[in-house]
């Protein structure tokens, strides 16, 4: 691998690595109040680019479309909470896992209904979609924007989780329920804003991952959700930052070895993204950053 | 209760009272299956043929998950992998060797590609394939479970996935044997109804067997609480290897009565879709309950059939609506929903159904654990003799 090459793929991974951290902070949020490991986070990441494709469509200036898109999905969160996911609080882990499960079925064929199988063209602005030469090195803007994107919100995050009172709660819960409960703290009030700050990422997430792939479909979800989750799991499940460092290593681990592996080999890359997800679980089922106990028998 | 040795005279006999009336039932159960099955082989077309079989595979894969994950707890995303696993060495097996041949899988070993059972029986060579499907995925299910079943709670559910995605990665990609995503097809069809029920029936029984067997009681009481099964000296880790190898054989042993039913083989049936459900199947039934298991698998195959009518578009009054594909499945899912949220425990809980209603003059007692040992095993703990001198 020459040096430019080597350049450009790091760049392409750190754009991947922010995505998919995009998208694990979600679901490492609603796992450390909840338990609840939410499949259907991938749903609401291909809902938010479907209203991102729908608001432009209107004609709609893009910063206008991506506030409209976010606050959409952030409804569509919400419900899903509403309508799933409440009555089911407390049930045994793997309950809530397959009701995820089954919600995330529900909204793919209802997307499938909706908006056709038919991959839609994403409209990106044609400003993100030019290609930069920097030193030898093609960068797109696509995937700088991506990561610019990824860390400011990451930044304002950190800020809301540590400076804020809901923050603050939001952590004390995730920390122990019971105890913030008992310190007065509103579960429910602390699980909507989980549900809602995650769907607000994962609509980003959808809208990043629709310019970077160009087209939209409903089953776009499934894949981002999958590696989010491996993310999480690397990182320590139910640990922010731990998901956010297990994003990028993903993103990293993914295009290098693509990049290095034989062609012939290179479609094995999701099985050795799982096996490695298996060998983290059985060895440091904490992940890397993660202080839990391991439940190991 | 059984515990307490009875003096009476008669109260041996009195046991084997409750025995006689179940193998009767039993032996009814049979043979309406059996006029039933004899009765569809003959009069039904090909496609309503096709869905009484699928019964009863899917009942096979459904009561082999309720054995793997009801009765331990320990729950299994990976099922369809090992049902992948049988389907695809069910059909190397006993693909004409014209199919096999350097053209079409050049990856295949040479004496595979040169195996040839097309002059064999049929049904012989469609229990060969099971046996052998069987196998390997139990070969599998041994060396993938030494660790993952040390796992608990979604760490387990999580490590079986990825061997699900594993699994289908290779089937996606290992061109040279599976054809990728394109396939095998051509693969002979010799399911009937018997084999299919024959193979769920051997299915039931062995669950059966192991549920009421000295590892089946360590499954249930391992699931129920870790550390007091340990503390009593049950080998939880070997329970639940026990529970996983044995419901990857009987998986394992559906995957070529899938194939040789459907006539081809691709990475994509074989999925997250397949497994939500067969879970759905489980779940509803009620986890760790052989005949909800039955009952979930029934449904869960006929529903769609009857949600089909509703896809092809409708007219409710003014309002006319197009072909709606996936509404089934929309329709599953939200039922899946609701049963997690009003009724979780499924239509049985951990109870069986069918033998209980011989047994009503026997003791009530409250709890799922007290019901479910007289009705699974009839004279073994607590006869209606017992009830009646209380």
């Not at chain 1, 990824?150 to 304002?156: Q, Y």
């Not at chain 2, 059972?117 to 196998?135: D, E, K, M, R, S």
């Not at chain 2, 299910?141 to 990665?169: C, Q």
């Not at chain 2, 009593?232 to 040789?260: C, D, E, K, Y």
């Amino acid at each position: 691998m020459s040096a430019s090459e080597f350049g450009q793929q790091f760049v392409n991974a750190l754009g991947l690595g922010s995505i998919y951290a995009l998208v694990a902070i979600g679901l490492a949020m609603v796992f450390g109040i909840l338990r609840l490991i939410n499949f259907a986070h991938g749903e609401v990441l291909m809902l938010g680019a479907f209203a991102a494709y729908y608001f432009a469509a209107a004609g709609l200036p893009f910063l206008v479309v991506v506030l409209l898109a976010v606050l959409t999905t952030v409804a569509i969160g919400l419900l899903m909470e509403r309508v799933a996911y409440r009555g089911i609080r407390g049930a045994p882990d793997v309950a809530l896992l397959l009701t995820s499960l089954a919600v995330s079925i529900a909204l793919q064929n209802g997307a499938l209904l909706a908006f056709d199988a038919q991959p839609k063209p994403f409209p990106t602005p044609a400003a993100i979609q030019e290609q930069l030469t920097v030193g030898g090195i093609q960068i797109s803007v696509t995937n700088l924007v991506t990561v610019g994107v990824a860390l400011l919100l990451m930044a304002l995050l950190t800020l809301f989780v540590t400076r804020t009172r809901l923050g603050t709660a939001m952590r004390a819960t995730a920390e122990n329920a019971m105890a913030a409960q008992l310190m007065g703290i509103n579960l429910s009030t602390v699980i909507v804003a989980a549900f809602a700050i995650g769907s607000a990422l994962a609509a980003v997430a959808g809208i990043l991952w629709g310019a970077r792939v160009g087209r939209i479909e409903p089953l776009m979800g499934f894949i981002p959700v999958l590696k989010a989750f491996v993310a999480t799991v690397i990182g320590g499940f139910g640990s922010i930052p731990g998901a956010v460092v297990g994003a990028y290593l993903l993103g990293f681990g993914e295009i290098y070895l693509v990049a290095l592996l034989p062609g012939e080999l290179s479609g094995y890359r999701d099985a050795f993204v799982f096996a490695a997800l298996i060998v983290i679980l059985l060895f440091r089922p904490q992940g890397i950053l993660g202080s839990s106990e391991p439940e190991k028998i | 209760m059984a515990s307490v040795p009875s003096v009476r005279p008669g109260a041996t006999a009195s046991r084997h009272r409750g025995a006689v009336p179940a193998l009767a039932a039993v032996a009814l159960a049979l043979t309406l299956l059996a006029v039933f099955l004899a009765y569809a082989d003959a009069s039904f077309n090909g496609y309503r043929l096709q869905i009484v079989t699928l019964v009863a595979i899917n009942a096979t894969i459904a009561v082999a998950l309720t054995l793997t994950s009801g009765f331990t707890g320990v729950f299994s995303l990976g099922q369809i992998g090992f049902l992948a696993i049988g389907a695809y060495v069910g059909a190397l097996l006993n693909l004409a060797p014209q199919w096999k041949s350097e053209m079409f899988l050049p990856g295949l070993p040479g004496w595979l590609a040169a195996f040839d059972t097309t002059g064999w029986h049929p049904q012989v060579a469609l229990l060969f394939a099971c046996l052998v499907g069987g196998i390997v995925a139990a070969t599998v299910a041994t060396l993938v479970g030494m660790p993952l079943m040390r796992l608990s709670g979604h760490y387990v559910a999580v490590a079986t996935m990825g061997f699900l995605i594993i699994v289908h990665s290779v089937a996606n990609n290992w061109s040279g044997v599976t054809r990728g995503a394109r396939g095998l097809s051509q693969i002979p069809s010799y399911t009937n109804v018997w084999a299919a029920y024959g193979c769920a029936l051997v299915a039931i029984y062995a669950a059966w067997r192991l549920r009421v067997s000295p590892y089946g009681r360590a499954m249930i009481a391992s699931r129920e609480n870790l550390i007091a099964a340990r503390a009593v000296g049950v080998n939880v880790h070997r329970s639940r290897m026990i529970a996983f190898v044995v419901g990857a054989f009987l998986t394992g042993a559906a995957g070529p009565l899938l194939a040789h039913q459907i006539g081809s083989v691709a990475p994509s049936a074989y999925y997250f879709t397949t497994t939500f459900n067969v879970v759905i199947m489980v779940v509803l039934g009620g986890m760790g309950s052989i005949s909800g298991a039955v009952l979930g698998a029934a449904i869960m195959t006929l529903a769609p059939e009857y949600l089909r009518g509703v896809e092809d578009g409708m007219d409710l009054g003014p309002l006319s609506f197009g072909a709606l594909f996936g509404l089934s499945q929309i329709i599953l899912a939200i039922a899946f929903i609701l049963v997690m949220i009003f009724r979780p425990q499924g239509f049985f809980g951990d109870r069986e159904l069918g033998l209980g209603l011989l047994r009503r003059r026997g003791p009530r007692q409250d709890g799922d654990e007290a019901e479910v040992t007289p009705t699974l095993a009839p004279g073994l703990d607590v006869g209606p003799g017992d009830g009646a001198s209380r």
